[in-house]
């Protein structure tokens, strides 16, 4: 399994990117040597992409494969691909609260700790239908990491629903664009693959 292990501050450092949006609390003093110089279109579309696959935790790959099926869906293509993009299920292990950072998302999926409707679900790419739940395995309710990432949780995206009696999640519905990162610009994303 290919993993992405370039240095999560150096990353954003590089995309201008808070790391804020990964999860972690940490700033970098340091400045990007190319801060100053004037970039091109095409170098704009490329930093657009490469930050939502930072975010998202998705290699070129993937990634390209999951613009391919957005762009043959109705509506929008950048719009369908972030919607795509947020019902993965390691982003939506994330979204309830169950670990800090996609990247741990992304572990305790692998790591068979995640549960969809009451069956075990190892992959992180696979892509959830609404309604369907999303709960911790009963032997690992116990893990110190999901416990703490459950007391950091201050509040929920509204398209996930979650019951603290039993921890278990609900992917209630599609989300729509405004509830999205509005960091990110899907378009230039969308005119880097159309070139």
Known sequence: ??????????????????????GYDKKSNRTCARANKKMSEYGLQLREKQKANIIYGVLETPFRKHYEKAD?????????????????????????GFAATRRQARQLVNHG???????????????VNPGQKIALKESSRGLQIVKDALEATV??????????????GTFVRLP??????????ENLIVEFYNK
């Not at 369908?80 to 309830?96: Q, S």
């Not at 729509?176 to 610009?185: G, N």
């Open 72 to 96: 043959r869906m109705k509506g929008m293509t950048g719009e369908n691909l972030m919607v795509m993009l947020e019902t993965r299920l390691d982003n939506l292990v994330y979204r309830l």
């Open 113 to 127: 700790h995640i549960t969809l409707d009451g069956k075990k679900a190892d992959i992180p790419s696979m892509l």
């Open 176 to 185: 729509e664009r405004s509830e999205i990162l509005p960091d990110i610009k």
């Open 155 to 168: 509040s929920r995206v509204p398209f996930v629903s979650f019951d603290e009696n039993t921890n278990t």
């Open 1 to 22: 399994m290919a993993v992405n292990k370039v240095p999560v501050l150096k990353r954003c450092r590089s995309l201008n990117l808070d790391p804020v949006f990964l």
